[in-house]
């Protein structure tokens, strides 16, 4: 690494900043500080610390970092709070006061501002020695840092002039004066590097590399950053206006992204916890992550107890029913084809029941049930018993709800951002001349949130299953035009219904004439042709269900009333790309 240009052998040496002020002698050995100066590129600018600065809010780990630096004779320099916290574990602290010559003011709005600290944060030890020395500022080589507790108190509901007092003011000052001089400073600002920065001391004798200060220095700006940004955020929100700065951080290194020659990370808002915990299994992958969302989104939007079975991020089953394992049985089958390999989703908690129907450790292996992710909110103990058998079957809770207020998505160099689309009661409007059943309308409204989960264009078929509950019968989404979607919906629901006939010992065509008649078929946009409804007709279907709004609007309810239809307008489109 490329030494900053003034750790230049034509430079020379700067004074020793020791307590004495006494300069060492010019023969110093090969291993002195100033050794090291003359030298850089062999010493890769290490740095003795003699002096260290404690000032923190969260003290976790603090007390193992100030034991190191006691053990290697470092200076301790602390504030209110802190210098407490380490004098009562038997440290020798020097207050703040002695550097800035005044107590805290201002109900300790005014601590560690002033020149004297900032000066011996600041001042480069070749180029301002000889100013600092004339001041009486001797330097500051370690700050350990982090920042009054604002997100907490935010997310705890304070009041806004509660939460201006949680505003760091000084911490802040500190943690950049540092680390804008990080050829002399290391700035220390999150308690999980304590342990390696003691390590390196221990391992270097006393010493800090400019390679780790340099990291430090990075990690210092991104704290400050991101706590300017929370703030930020917050009033912005308090005030009710959309905040436009987005904090991303917790940054993870993926296996690889949606193929494997893709890199990948991931990184969660520093709004909101991680919303998955990983309770078996291997770790979560990029598509894994996309399709968890799309799953746990899913079942939230559900009424009652609900199961979604995702594929990339589509659902092919979707259903409630009175229990999570009769949700479970209707949502896998409603495509048991494309659920092979699938993310299975609950929002109830996952009980040994439910567990059985997967059939995770069936004498035949044909009616195992291979499923890739389970998530819920919660699992009975006994139930990840059970899981336990399929170690490789990934088991995830969730935390906290899927859906935001704003959805956004990167587009290149462009940010987008909508509302969600969060799913209501829409309203029914009959629209042509045979009423839409009014005990069909829970039916259409089920079938609304299935449409609007899917990626459009997208057309859905849904039945009331014969033993109670909802169910998604067929699925044809993502497809580039309606009447395309509309005759696969068709096709798997009508594949689905020929299975359940063989199943009870049915005539298929009978029996998919009766279910198909009881369905309701819902689009997610408005039909342009009468095309989708003709191919409904031919199904069987009697009940449609759409936005509406299309300029031959007329000429579709025209062709509904001749075909004997019943179809209710939303006045919602939900579109998803």
């Not at 207020?405 to 001349?433: K, S």
């Amino acid at each position: 690494m490329t030494p900053p240009p003034y750790w230049s052998v034509d430079i020379p040496p700067p004074p020793d900043f020791s307590i004495d002020g006494e300069k060492p002698a010019a023969d110093a050995g090969p291993d002195s500080p100033l050794a090291e100066l003359a030298n850089p590129s062999a010493r890769a600018g290490r740095l003795r610390l003699k002096r260290a600065l404690l000032s923190v809010s969260d003290k976790t780990g603090l007390l193992g970092l100030a034991e190191t630096l006691h053990r290697f004779n470092v200076e301790l320099i602390s504030t209110g709070g802190t210098a407490s916290y380490l004098r009562d574990a038997g440290f020798e602290v020097t207050d703040i006061s002695q550097l800035t010559g005044h107590s805290e003011w201002f109900a300790g709005r005014v601590k560690t501002l002033s020149a004297e600290v900032a000066g011996a944060l600041l001042f480069d030890r070749i180029h301002h020695a000889e100013e600092a020395r004339a001041h009486g500022i001797a330097p500051i080589d370690l700050v350990v840092c982090n920042l009054y507790p604002f997100r907490e108190a935010w997310q705890a509901g304070r009041p806004h002039p509660a939460l201006v007092e949680e505003i760091d003011i000084g911490g802040v000052t500190l943690i950049r004066a540092g680390a804008k001089n990080a050829a002399w400073v290391a700035v220390v600002v999150d308690p999980c590097e304590y342990e390696a920065v003691a390590r390196e001391l221990s391992e270097t004798g006393g010493y800090v590399s400019l390679a780790t200060r340099q990291r430090l220095q990075r990690l210092a700006f991104r704290y400050t950053a991101d706590y300017d940004a929370l703030i930020a955020t917050a009033f912005d929100e308090m005030a009710g206006e959309p905040s436009h700065r987005l904090t991303f951080v917790d940054g993870r290194r993926l296996r690889y992204g949606e193929n494997p020659h893709q890199q990948a990370l991931v990184y969660r808002s520093a709004e909101a916890p991680w919303p998955y915990a990983l309770k078996q299994g291997k770790d979560l992958s990029y598509t894994n992550l996309l399709d968890l969302h799309a799953a746990v989104t899913a079942v939230q939007s559900l009424p009652g107890c609900g199961c979604a079975v995702v594929k990339h991020a589509n659902p092919c089953g979707l259903a409630v029913g009175p229990t999570p394992a009769a949700a479970f049985d209707l949502a896998w089958n409603g495509d048991p084809v494309s659920a092979f390999g699938s993310t299975v989703a609950f929002n109830e908690v996952v009980t040994a029941e439910t567990v059985d129907r997967f059939g995770l450790d069936a004498p035949d292996r044909a009616s195992r049930k291979f499923i890739e992710i389970v998530v819920a909110p919660a699992f009975a103990p006994e139930a990840l018993t059970r899981l336990a058998v399929a170690p490789n079957l990934r088991v995830v809770e969730w935390q906290g709800p899927a859906r935001q207020g704003w959805i956004d998505r990167v587009v290149g160099p462009l940010l987008l951002r909508q509302e969600a689309d969060l799913p209501t009661a829409e309203p029914l409007v009959t629209c042509t001349t045979l009423p839409f059943p009014e005990e069909a309308a829970d039916l259409a409204r089920f079938g609304c949130i299935a449409a609007a989960l899917a990626a459009s264009n997208a057309v859905v078929i849904v039945r009331a299953a014969p033993g109670g509950g909802f169910q998604l019968l067929g699925l044809g989404g993502g497809q580039p035009n309606r009447v395309a979607a509309t005759r696969l919906a068709i096709e798997v629901a009508t594949a689905n219904l020929h299975r359940e006939a063989a199943a009870r010992g049915a005539d298929p065509t009978a029996w998919c004439r009766d279910q198909m008649a009881q369905a309701v078929l819902v689009s997610d946009a408005f039909f342009p042709f009468p095309d989708s409804i003709e191919e409904a007709a031919r199904a069987g279907l009697r009940r449609i269900v759409q936005p509406g709004g299309s300029r031959r609007d007329q000429e579709v309810i025209d062709r509904a009333n001749a075909l004997g239809l019943a179809m209710a307008f939303t006045g919602r489109r939900h579109f998803r790309h």
